[in-house]
């Protein structure tokens, strides 16, 4: 059994920051993370991805984002933060989090419930 268990969502202003966590776990043995990212959907839209960590630490962003958000990852904790700054209010959505996980249980990805995150202008 696998969770993967966002958290750091809320109500902030425009111009306000914002920062999410994402912690996997597993009822079993994790061999390996590879990528991990966080998408995000707002109301009436498709899911899109808005930032993504590579195993190597390589990065890319939804150029909506780009120079806004920065992605990180903590590789002993199987964790991944999006620090969120200039917050606009086409920001809102709900971020959900995504994991390409190898364990002893299979390998797959892995998604979480997801959390939401308002702007208000």
């Known amino acids: 059994q696998v969770q993967v268990v966002e958290s750091g969502g809320g109500l902030v202003q425009a111009g306000g920051s914002l920062r999410l966590s994402c912690a996997a776990s597993?009822?079993?043995?994790?061999?390996?993370?590879?990528?991990m990212a966080w998408y995000r959907q707002a109301p009436g839209k498709q899911r899109e991805l808005a930032a993504r960590?590579?195993?190597?630490?390589?990065?890319d962003y939804a150029d909506s984002v780009k120079g806004r958000f920065t992605i990180s990852r903590d590789y002993a904790k199987n964790t991944v933060y999006l620090e969120m700054n200039s917050l606009r209010p086409e920001d809102t959505a709900v971020y959900y989090c995504?994991?390409?996980?190898?364990?002893?249980?299979?390998?797959?990805?892995?998604w979480g419930q997801g959390t939401q995150v308002t702007v208000s202008s």
């Open positions: 597993v009822h079993g043995i994790i061999f390996s993370i590879n990528d």
């Open positions: 960590i590579t195993r190597d630490g390589s990065t």
């Open positions: 995504s994991t390409h996980l190898y364990w002893s249980g299979g390998l797959s990805d892995y």
